[in-house]
Protein backbone atom coordinates (compact mmCIF):
# COMPACT_ATOMS: atom_id res chain seq x y z
CA UNK A 1 0.00 0.00 0.00
CA UNK A 2 2.94 2.25 -0.07
CA UNK A 3 2.71 4.69 -2.78
CA UNK A 4 2.21 5.48 -6.24
CA UNK A 5 4.36 6.30 -9.55
CA UNK A 6 6.67 8.92 -9.21
CA UNK A 7 6.58 8.56 -13.31
CA UNK A 8 3.17 6.94 -13.57
CA UNK A 9 2.58 4.98 -17.01
CA UNK A 10 -1.40 5.66 -17.86
CA UNK A 11 -2.25 3.96 -20.96
CA UNK A 12 -5.94 3.68 -22.10
CA UNK A 13 -6.60 0.77 -19.92
CA UNK A 14 -4.57 1.75 -16.67
CA UNK A 15 -5.78 5.15 -15.93
CA UNK A 16 -6.59 5.71 -12.68
CA UNK A 17 -9.93 7.14 -12.30
CA UNK A 18 -12.81 8.11 -9.44
CA UNK A 19 -15.21 5.28 -9.71
CA UNK A 20 -18.29 7.35 -9.85
CA UNK A 21 -20.67 4.80 -8.69
CA UNK A 22 -24.23 5.79 -6.28
CA UNK A 23 -22.92 6.05 -2.60
CA UNK A 24 -25.67 5.49 -0.36
CA UNK A 25 -26.33 1.34 -1.29
CA UNK A 26 -27.89 -0.79 1.15
CA UNK A 27 -24.48 -2.43 1.53
CA UNK A 28 -23.14 0.95 2.50
CA UNK A 29 -26.52 1.34 4.85
CA UNK A 30 -25.43 -1.44 6.78
CA UNK A 31 -22.34 -0.04 7.81
CA UNK A 32 -23.70 3.29 8.46
CA UNK A 33 -25.58 1.38 11.07
CA UNK A 34 -22.54 -0.61 12.25
CA UNK A 35 -20.69 2.52 12.53
CA UNK A 36 -23.26 4.07 14.62
CA UNK A 37 -23.54 1.39 17.27
CA UNK A 38 -19.27 1.25 17.34
CA UNK A 39 -19.57 4.93 17.63
CA UNK A 40 -21.30 4.60 20.61
CA UNK A 41 -19.37 2.24 22.62
CA UNK A 42 -16.38 4.27 21.45
CA UNK A 43 -17.18 7.03 23.09
CA UNK A 44 -18.92 5.44 25.76
CA UNK A 45 -15.50 3.63 26.98
CA UNK A 46 -14.04 7.48 26.85
CA UNK A 47 -16.59 8.72 29.00
CA UNK A 48 -17.15 5.93 31.41
CA UNK A 49 -13.61 3.68 31.34
CA UNK A 50 -12.60 0.80 29.79
CA UNK A 51 -14.46 -1.26 32.47
CA UNK A 52 -17.71 -0.37 31.68
CA UNK A 53 -17.33 -1.51 28.16
CA UNK A 54 -15.00 -4.45 28.11
CA UNK A 55 -13.95 -7.20 29.90
CA UNK A 56 -10.53 -6.00 30.99
CA UNK A 57 -8.74 -6.46 34.24
CA UNK A 58 -6.05 -6.98 35.80
CA UNK A 59 -5.56 -10.33 34.70
CA UNK A 60 -6.32 -9.66 31.47
CA UNK A 61 -4.99 -6.02 30.56
CA UNK A 62 -4.93 -6.76 27.03
CA UNK A 63 -8.14 -8.52 24.76
CA UNK A 64 -9.70 -8.26 21.43
CA UNK A 65 -9.12 -5.16 20.59
CA UNK A 66 -5.57 -5.25 20.74
CA UNK A 67 -5.42 -8.59 18.88
CA UNK A 68 -7.70 -7.81 16.05
CA UNK A 69 -7.66 -4.05 15.84
CA UNK A 70 -4.09 -3.24 16.23
CA UNK A 71 -1.74 -6.57 15.72
CA UNK A 72 -3.97 -7.94 13.15
CA UNK A 73 -4.97 -4.77 11.59
CA UNK A 74 -0.99 -4.01 11.15
CA UNK A 75 -0.60 -7.37 9.61
CA UNK A 76 -3.26 -6.77 7.02
CA UNK A 77 -1.75 -3.27 6.27
CA UNK A 78 0.90 -5.15 4.39
CA UNK A 79 -0.24 -4.69 1.51
CA UNK A 80 1.32 -1.32 1.33
CA UNK A 81 4.82 -2.06 2.05
CA UNK A 82 4.96 -5.45 -0.25
CA UNK A 83 3.47 -3.86 -3.34
CA UNK A 84 5.51 -0.92 -3.02
CA UNK A 85 8.61 -3.17 -3.05
CA UNK A 86 7.59 -5.04 -5.86
CA UNK A 87 6.22 -2.36 -8.55
CA UNK A 88 8.66 0.25 -7.52
CA UNK A 89 12.12 -1.10 -5.58
CA UNK A 90 12.20 -4.23 -8.07
CA UNK A 91 10.46 -2.29 -11.31
CA UNK A 92 7.63 -4.64 -11.98
CA UNK A 93 6.36 -2.03 -13.72
CA UNK A 94 3.40 -4.89 -14.68
CA UNK A 95 1.84 -4.44 -11.55
CA UNK A 96 1.66 -0.24 -10.49
CA UNK A 97 -2.41 -0.53 -11.36
CA UNK A 98 -2.63 -2.22 -8.10
CA UNK A 99 -0.21 0.05 -6.11
CA UNK A 100 -2.65 2.91 -5.49
CA UNK A 101 -5.59 0.44 -3.88
CA UNK A 102 -2.57 -1.22 -1.69
CA UNK A 103 -1.63 2.59 -0.62
CA UNK A 104 -5.42 3.71 0.01
CA UNK A 105 -6.26 0.09 2.22
CA UNK A 106 -2.41 0.44 4.06
CA UNK A 107 -3.09 4.17 4.93
CA UNK A 108 -6.77 3.72 6.05
CA UNK A 109 -5.58 0.30 8.16
CA UNK A 110 -2.61 2.42 10.22
CA UNK A 111 -5.56 5.03 10.60
CA UNK A 112 -7.72 2.77 12.00
CA UNK A 113 -5.09 1.11 13.93
CA UNK A 114 -4.73 4.17 15.85
CA UNK A 115 -8.21 4.87 16.67
CA UNK A 116 -8.50 0.97 18.04
CA UNK A 117 -5.12 1.64 19.85
CA UNK A 118 -6.86 5.01 21.81
CA UNK A 119 -9.65 3.19 22.79
CA UNK A 120 -7.70 0.60 24.45
CA UNK A 121 -5.18 2.58 26.06
CA UNK A 122 -5.97 3.10 29.74
CA UNK A 123 -4.11 6.39 29.88
CA UNK A 124 -5.06 6.85 25.93
CA UNK A 125 -4.28 10.95 26.87
CA UNK A 126 -0.58 9.75 27.31
CA UNK A 127 -0.27 8.63 23.43
CA UNK A 128 1.90 11.52 22.32
CA UNK A 129 4.43 10.15 24.41
CA UNK A 130 6.63 8.53 22.56
CA UNK A 131 6.83 11.74 20.21
CA UNK A 132 8.49 13.98 22.84
CA UNK A 133 12.37 13.29 23.07
CA UNK A 134 13.15 13.22 26.68
CA UNK A 135 10.56 9.90 26.61
CA UNK A 136 12.08 7.67 24.62
CA UNK A 137 13.46 4.27 25.38
CA UNK A 138 15.83 2.82 23.10
CA UNK A 139 15.72 -0.39 24.91
CA UNK A 140 12.02 -0.95 24.87
CA UNK A 141 10.20 -2.82 22.18
CA UNK A 142 6.86 -1.31 22.53
CA UNK A 143 8.43 2.42 21.68
CA UNK A 144 10.36 1.04 18.18
CA UNK A 145 6.90 -0.33 17.26
CA UNK A 146 5.05 2.86 18.50
CA UNK A 147 7.79 5.40 16.91
CA UNK A 148 7.67 3.23 13.25
CA UNK A 149 4.00 2.77 13.55
CA UNK A 150 3.88 6.78 13.76
CA UNK A 151 6.08 7.87 11.23
CA UNK A 152 5.15 5.42 8.87
CA UNK A 153 1.50 6.34 8.81
CA UNK A 154 2.45 10.10 8.13
CA UNK A 155 4.55 8.85 4.92
CA UNK A 156 1.31 7.13 4.17
CA UNK A 157 -0.59 10.24 3.45
CA UNK A 158 2.14 11.64 2.05
CA UNK A 159 2.87 9.02 -0.76
CA UNK A 160 -1.33 9.50 -0.75
CA UNK A 161 -0.86 13.33 -1.37
CA UNK A 162 -0.38 13.06 -4.88
CA UNK A 163 -3.45 11.11 -5.65
CA UNK A 164 -5.26 13.60 -3.80
CA UNK A 165 -3.49 16.23 -5.85
CA UNK A 166 -4.54 14.76 -9.16
CA UNK A 167 -8.19 15.52 -8.30
CA UNK A 168 -8.04 19.10 -8.23
CA UNK A 169 -5.33 19.62 -10.16
CA UNK A 170 -7.00 21.71 -13.35
CA UNK A 171 -9.92 22.71 -11.73
CA UNK A 172 -11.85 25.76 -12.80
CA UNK A 173 -14.04 25.40 -9.60
CA UNK A 174 -10.93 25.77 -7.18
CA UNK A 175 -8.04 28.00 -8.97
CA UNK A 176 -6.16 28.21 -5.66
CA UNK A 177 -6.68 24.28 -4.62
CA UNK A 178 -5.75 23.79 -8.17
CA UNK A 179 -2.78 25.72 -8.32
CA UNK A 180 -1.46 24.69 -4.85
CA UNK A 181 -1.77 21.10 -5.65
CA UNK A 182 -0.03 21.11 -8.66
CA UNK A 183 2.70 22.62 -7.40
CA UNK A 184 2.65 19.93 -4.78
CA UNK A 185 2.44 17.00 -7.65
CA UNK A 186 5.34 18.54 -9.20
CA UNK A 187 7.82 18.35 -5.88
CA UNK A 188 6.63 15.39 -4.52
CA UNK A 189 6.85 12.94 -7.53
CA UNK A 190 10.56 14.39 -7.72
CA UNK A 191 11.36 12.70 -4.27
CA UNK A 192 8.74 10.00 -3.75
CA UNK A 193 11.13 7.59 -4.35
CA UNK A 194 12.07 8.19 -0.30
CA UNK A 195 9.01 7.99 0.98
CA UNK A 196 9.44 4.32 -1.02
CA UNK A 197 11.79 3.28 0.85
CA UNK A 198 10.95 4.52 3.88
CA UNK A 199 7.49 2.91 4.06
CA UNK A 200 9.52 -0.25 3.10
CA UNK A 201 12.29 0.18 5.88
CA UNK A 202 9.76 1.20 8.27
CA UNK A 203 6.87 -1.50 7.88
CA UNK A 204 9.66 -4.22 8.07
CA UNK A 205 10.88 -3.07 11.36
CA UNK A 206 7.70 -2.81 13.28
CA UNK A 207 5.78 -5.99 11.73
CA UNK A 208 8.78 -7.68 13.20
CA UNK A 209 9.06 -5.97 16.65
CA UNK A 210 5.39 -6.64 17.45
CA UNK A 211 5.88 -10.21 17.47
CA UNK A 212 9.11 -9.71 19.39
CA UNK A 213 6.89 -7.79 22.16
CA UNK A 214 5.95 -11.35 23.54
CA UNK A 215 8.98 -12.94 23.32
CA UNK A 216 9.50 -11.11 27.14
CA UNK A 217 6.99 -13.84 28.54
CA UNK A 218 8.10 -17.43 27.68
CA UNK A 219 5.98 -18.77 31.48
CA UNK A 220 2.76 -17.16 30.11
CA UNK A 221 2.81 -18.56 26.06
CA UNK A 222 1.59 -21.53 24.93
CA UNK A 223 4.72 -23.40 23.39
CA UNK A 224 3.55 -23.83 19.78
CA UNK A 225 3.11 -20.12 19.78
CA UNK A 226 6.41 -19.49 21.88
CA UNK A 227 9.64 -18.77 19.96
CA UNK A 228 13.09 -16.91 19.90
CA UNK A 229 11.79 -16.23 16.20
CA UNK A 230 8.66 -14.81 16.69
CA UNK A 231 9.74 -11.55 15.28
CA UNK A 232 10.98 -13.11 12.24
CA UNK A 233 7.88 -15.00 11.85
CA UNK A 234 5.75 -12.00 12.15
CA UNK A 235 7.41 -10.34 9.36
CA UNK A 236 6.88 -13.81 6.99
CA UNK A 237 3.96 -13.83 7.86
CA UNK A 238 3.01 -9.96 7.18
CA UNK A 239 5.21 -10.48 4.15
CA UNK A 240 2.87 -13.31 2.88
CA UNK A 241 -0.45 -11.80 3.68
CA UNK A 242 1.06 -8.74 1.67
CA UNK A 243 -0.28 -10.21 -1.93
CA UNK A 244 -3.31 -12.08 -0.81
CA UNK A 245 -4.50 -8.80 0.89
CA UNK A 246 -4.28 -6.89 -2.00
CA UNK A 247 -6.03 -9.07 -4.15
CA UNK A 248 -8.88 -10.01 -1.60
CA UNK A 249 -9.74 -6.17 -1.75
CA UNK A 250 -9.46 -5.75 -5.35
CA UNK A 251 -11.29 -8.47 -6.09
CA UNK A 252 -14.18 -7.41 -3.61
CA UNK A 253 -14.11 -3.77 -4.64
CA UNK A 254 -14.55 -4.81 -8.20
CA UNK A 255 -17.58 -6.89 -7.39
CA UNK A 256 -18.56 -4.16 -5.03
CA UNK A 257 -18.30 -1.37 -7.94
CA UNK A 258 -19.39 -3.38 -10.68
CA UNK A 259 -16.61 -3.71 -12.58
CA UNK A 260 -14.62 -6.75 -13.97
CA UNK A 261 -11.39 -7.64 -11.32
CA UNK A 262 -8.32 -7.36 -12.97
CA UNK A 263 -7.45 -10.85 -13.25
CA UNK A 264 -4.23 -10.15 -16.02
CA UNK A 265 -2.95 -8.11 -13.19
CA UNK A 266 -3.98 -10.12 -9.87
CA UNK A 267 -3.42 -13.62 -11.29
CA UNK A 268 0.34 -12.49 -12.25
CA UNK A 269 0.77 -11.33 -8.29
CA UNK A 270 -0.59 -14.85 -7.45
CA UNK A 271 2.39 -16.39 -8.47
CA UNK A 272 4.39 -14.91 -5.47
CA UNK A 273 1.85 -16.25 -3.05
CA UNK A 274 2.85 -19.87 -3.06
CA UNK A 275 6.57 -18.60 -2.45
CA UNK A 276 5.90 -16.27 0.72
CA UNK A 277 3.45 -18.99 1.80
CA UNK A 278 6.05 -21.92 1.59
CA UNK A 279 8.69 -20.17 3.10
CA UNK A 280 6.95 -19.08 6.07
CA UNK A 281 5.56 -22.61 6.79
CA UNK A 282 8.66 -23.98 6.17
CA UNK A 283 10.23 -21.87 8.89
CA UNK A 284 6.79 -22.17 11.15
CA UNK A 285 7.78 -26.21 10.66
CA UNK A 286 11.06 -25.90 10.88
CA UNK A 287 10.98 -24.32 14.34
CA UNK A 288 8.87 -26.34 16.42
CA UNK A 289 11.42 -29.18 15.20
CA UNK A 290 13.99 -27.71 16.43
CA UNK A 291 12.52 -26.55 19.67
CA UNK A 292 10.97 -30.10 20.16
CA UNK A 293 7.29 -28.29 20.14
CA UNK A 294 5.39 -30.50 18.04
CA UNK A 295 4.92 -33.07 21.25
CA UNK A 296 2.79 -30.13 22.48
CA UNK A 297 0.56 -31.73 19.18
CA UNK A 298 -1.46 -33.97 21.40
CA UNK A 299 -3.50 -34.06 22.73
CA UNK A 300 -6.17 -32.87 20.94
CA UNK A 301 -7.18 -29.79 22.64
CA UNK A 302 -8.61 -26.24 21.55
CA UNK A 303 -5.25 -24.27 21.69
CA UNK A 304 -3.65 -27.50 18.81
CA UNK A 305 -7.18 -27.16 16.79
CA UNK A 306 -6.15 -23.41 16.80
CA UNK A 307 -2.87 -24.27 15.47
CA UNK A 308 -3.50 -26.67 12.99
CA UNK A 309 -5.84 -24.62 11.42
CA UNK A 310 -3.87 -21.23 11.33
CA UNK A 311 -1.30 -23.58 9.71
CA UNK A 312 -3.71 -25.17 7.47
CA UNK A 313 -4.99 -22.33 5.62
CA UNK A 314 -1.68 -21.09 3.79
CA UNK A 315 -1.03 -24.41 3.17
CA UNK A 316 -4.14 -25.39 1.25
CA UNK A 317 -3.97 -21.63 -0.64
CA UNK A 318 -0.74 -22.54 -1.61
CA UNK A 319 -1.87 -25.68 -3.21
CA UNK A 320 -4.73 -23.99 -5.01
CA UNK A 321 -2.76 -21.14 -6.63
CA UNK A 322 -0.01 -23.66 -7.86
CA UNK A 323 -2.60 -24.39 -10.54
CA UNK A 324 -2.69 -22.18 -13.71
CA UNK A 325 -6.51 -22.38 -13.85
CA UNK A 326 -6.79 -21.22 -10.12
CA UNK A 327 -4.63 -18.40 -10.89
CA UNK A 328 -6.67 -16.68 -13.96
CA UNK A 329 -10.22 -17.26 -12.27
CA UNK A 330 -11.40 -14.10 -9.91
CA UNK A 331 -13.64 -16.39 -7.86
CA UNK A 332 -10.49 -19.11 -7.25
CA UNK A 333 -8.15 -16.45 -6.20
CA UNK A 334 -9.97 -14.56 -3.62
CA UNK A 335 -10.95 -17.91 -1.94
CA UNK A 336 -7.38 -18.38 -2.15
CA UNK A 337 -6.57 -15.08 -0.97
CA UNK A 338 -8.92 -15.17 2.16
CA UNK A 339 -7.71 -18.19 3.22
CA UNK A 340 -4.09 -16.46 3.69
CA UNK A 341 -5.84 -13.26 5.18
CA UNK A 342 -7.89 -15.56 7.32
CA UNK A 343 -4.69 -17.47 8.61
CA UNK A 344 -2.71 -14.36 9.84
CA UNK A 345 -6.15 -12.95 11.68
CA UNK A 346 -6.15 -16.30 13.03
CA UNK A 347 -2.34 -16.15 14.07
CA UNK A 348 -2.66 -12.44 15.80
CA UNK A 349 -5.67 -13.87 17.49
CA UNK A 350 -4.09 -16.96 18.88
CA UNK A 351 -0.71 -15.13 19.36
CA UNK A 352 -2.75 -12.72 22.02
CA UNK A 353 -4.88 -14.50 22.88
CA UNK A 354 -5.16 -18.28 22.75
CA UNK A 355 -1.32 -18.51 23.48
CA UNK A 356 -0.78 -15.83 25.85
CA UNK A 357 -2.58 -16.63 29.33
CA UNK A 358 -1.74 -15.25 32.73
CA UNK A 359 -0.44 -17.70 35.21
CA UNK A 360 -2.56 -16.97 38.20
CA UNK A 361 -5.57 -16.18 36.29
CA UNK A 362 -8.81 -17.37 38.23
CA UNK A 363 -11.36 -16.81 34.93
CA UNK A 364 -10.58 -16.93 31.38
CA UNK A 365 -11.36 -13.69 29.39
CA UNK A 366 -14.23 -13.36 26.75
CA UNK A 367 -14.68 -10.38 24.98
CA UNK A 368 -17.57 -8.35 26.15
CA UNK A 369 -20.68 -6.89 23.09
CA UNK A 370 -18.74 -3.88 23.37
CA UNK A 371 -15.89 -5.13 22.37
CA UNK A 372 -17.28 -6.66 19.71
CA UNK A 373 -19.00 -3.27 18.84
CA UNK A 374 -16.22 -1.24 18.96
CA UNK A 375 -14.22 -3.62 16.46
CA UNK A 376 -16.85 -4.22 14.31
CA UNK A 377 -17.99 -0.49 13.24
CA UNK A 378 -14.05 0.19 12.71
CA UNK A 379 -14.14 -2.52 10.10
CA UNK A 380 -17.04 -0.82 8.79
CA UNK A 381 -15.86 2.62 9.04
CA UNK A 382 -12.56 1.76 7.03
CA UNK A 383 -15.19 -0.24 4.35
CA UNK A 384 -17.22 2.92 4.39
CA UNK A 385 -13.69 5.23 3.95
CA UNK A 386 -12.44 3.41 0.72
CA UNK A 387 -15.56 3.55 -0.93
CA UNK A 388 -16.02 7.06 -0.20
CA UNK A 389 -12.27 7.34 -1.76
CA UNK A 390 -12.31 5.37 -4.22
CA UNK A 391 -15.77 7.04 -5.83
CA UNK A 392 -14.40 10.73 -5.51
CA UNK A 393 -10.39 10.24 -5.95
CA UNK A 394 -8.39 8.75 -8.74
CA UNK A 395 -7.56 5.41 -7.40
CA UNK A 396 -9.00 2.35 -9.39
CA UNK A 397 -7.58 1.23 -12.58
CA UNK A 398 -10.18 -0.27 -15.34
CA UNK A 399 -10.79 0.28 -18.60
CA UNK A 400 -14.85 0.15 -17.60
CA UNK A 401 -14.13 3.57 -15.93
CA UNK A 402 -11.89 4.91 -18.45
CA UNK A 403 -14.81 3.76 -21.39
CA UNK A 404 -17.42 5.83 -18.88
CA UNK A 405 -15.45 9.43 -18.38
Not at 244 to 261: C, D, N, Q, R, T
Request: aromatic content about 14%.
Amino acid sequence: MNSISVNPVHTEHHTPLPAHRPLLTPGVWVLLFLMVIGAAFYFYRFIFGLKSVTHLDQQHPWGLWIAVDVATGVALAAGGFTTSALAHIFHREHYHAITRPALLTAMLGYTFVVLGLLADLGRYYNIWHPLWPTMWQGNSVLFEVGICVTIYLNVLYIEFMPIFCERFIGSQRYPRLAQLCGFLYRHLNQVMWLFIIAGVVLSSLHQSSLGNLMVIAPSKMHPLWYTPILSLLFLLSAVMVGFPMVIFESIYASWSLGIKAEVEILGPLSRYIPITAGLYLAFKMGDLVMRNSYVHLWPMDGPVVMFLLEMALPAIALVMLLSNRHRHNARWLFIAALLVVLSVVLNRVNVFLIAYQPPYATKAYVPAFGEFAVTIGLIAALIFCYRVIVNYFPVITHPELSRRS
